[in-house]
Each structure stands twice: as C-alpha cells, then as structure tokens.
C-alpha cells in the first residue's frame, strides 16, 4: 500500500535497535528520510551504515541523544532543523521495562522508572511540537499493555507508560487539526538481545508456558509487526486517526477485565 510517505522526514528515538529499527526501516521503504536516534552506541551507527546501504535515495542520519535531558534534546532539534528543516512525524520510542518486583518502588528506582519511560516521551514531545504544528504532522508514542492492564511489570514502568498514555489523549484533544497524536502498545516482542530474548536462553521452557497461556496467538510479535501498524498510524491514510491506542499484543489482553 502507498501510505503517501515519500519525503516525508520522521525522527525517531530508541531506534539503534528492535522495534525502533524496524519502524525506522518500515518509512524507509516507503520513501521517507529518517533520523535514527538513542544515547549512542556502536549499534547507533552500524545501523545508519546498513540502511544507508540498503536505502540509497533516502537521507538517513544516525544522532546521539540523551532523551530524558532536555538540554541534550535541544540541541538535537538545532542539528535536525539543520539537515532538514520541519520534520513530519516524530516517534517517540524510548524506555526501559526492567525494574523490581516491589509493590511499591523505592524512591530511586521509581524516579529511574520515570524518567526513561515518562519523562523521555514528555521532553521528546515538548521539544519537537512547534516543527511538528508548522507541518501539520504527527507525533505517536509506544507504549505498552502494561499501561492498559496488570500482566506483572514492574509497577513504575507500568505507571509511566500509563502516563504516555493519558499524556497523548490529552494532547490530542487539545491540538485538534494542528498534530495528531496517537499510541501503539505493544505485547511481547521478541528481537536480538530483548529482555525476552534474554529470558528465552535462560529458561525456554518456561517461557514457551507463559506464551502459550497468556497469548492468544501462541507466540511473540515481530518488531516489524509493530512498526507496520506505526507506518499506517503517521500516514495520509489515518488521516482521521488522532488520540488512539493501538494495542498489538496478539490478543494477550483481550479477556482480561
């Protein structure tokens, strides 16, 4: 499907690997230019030289950013205006799902918590809204079911990506026409050096017990599963899309009331 996408200029951060990869590679394939952002790494910039290789009439630029400074985030608007002006989507794909069992997280690990799953989002969005209304874009965050429903996360995750979420309604709401605001929440996604790719060579057995008891489809989803449906949700063709959760999570919270 042509989603309308070519030219376009997308930033999106936590994308050196997984599902903001995949998101990364998903606009590239529909023609659009892509900023690649995380805090910097060797994974960062071998994979600008990957898409770089395989995407040959698309600008791609790899960028080191902290996102929960928004000293750090400035100064990356400045760079990105640079290269490429206003931007038309910004995905904003940061966070951190580890964490402890406590009920109730001590002081430290809940400030942890919210500052790589809440206020990461918060700084991305405030910092990248005014390019965002002079283009009459789109801003979309991933979330999580663990901001929907009780699936045992750690609490101050589930809370800040509860946050996002009520954060994107509200914004929605109030920019109207200008940006739309949506959410995707994903489910259990499985990728090269993922917590549950982590969990999977530890304890496969165990593992494979809780996919095929608590997910419908009996599996996990692909990175490439969600970044589809964050390609769709940034393009002309949900145009009249705006302050939505997406859950994919192949059905995971479908009997949970």
Not at 192 to 213: A, C, F, M, N
């Amino acid at each position: 499907m042509h989603l309308g996408l070519k030219a376009k200029k997308i930033l999106i951060t936590g994308a050196s690997r997984g599902i903001g990869l995949a998101i990364a590679e998903r606009f590239l394939k529909e023609g659009a230019h892509v900023v690649i952002v995380s805090r910097g790494s060797s994974n960062l910039y071998k994979a600008e030289e990957i898409l770089k290789k395989a995407y040959k009439n698309s600008k791609i630029k790899a960028e080191e950013c902290d996102c929960t400074n928004q000293e750090s985030l400035s100064d990356l608007k400045d760079r990105v205006t640079k290269m490429f002006g206003n931007l038309d989507v910004v995905v904003a794909n940061i966070g951190d799902g580890r964490g402890v069992t406590n009920p109730l997280p001590d002081d430290e690990q809940w400030k942890e918590g919210w500052s790589a799953n809440f206020e990461s989002a918060l700084y991305t969005a405030r910092t990248f809204l005014p390019t965002l209304q002079e283009s009459k874009g789109c801003l979309l965050f991933v979330s999580s079911i663990a901001a929907l429903e009780t699936i045992g996360a750690p609490v101050d995750y589930s809370t800040a990506k509860t946050a996002v979420i009520s954060l994107a309604k509200n914004m929605a709401k109030k920019l109207g026409n200008e940006v739309r605001v949506n959410v995707v929440a994903p489910g259990n996604i499985l990728f090269d050096g993922s917590s549950w790719d982590i969990k999977l060579k530890q304890s496969p057995r165990e593992v494979e017990t809780i996919i095929q008891s608590t997910v419908p489809m009996n599996r996990f989803g692909l990175p490439e599963e969600v970044a589809n449906a964050v390609v769709f949700l940034c393009s002309d063709k949900a145009s009249f899309i705006t302050g939505s959760t997406l859950v994919i999570d192949g059905g995971q919270t479908v009997g949970i009331i």
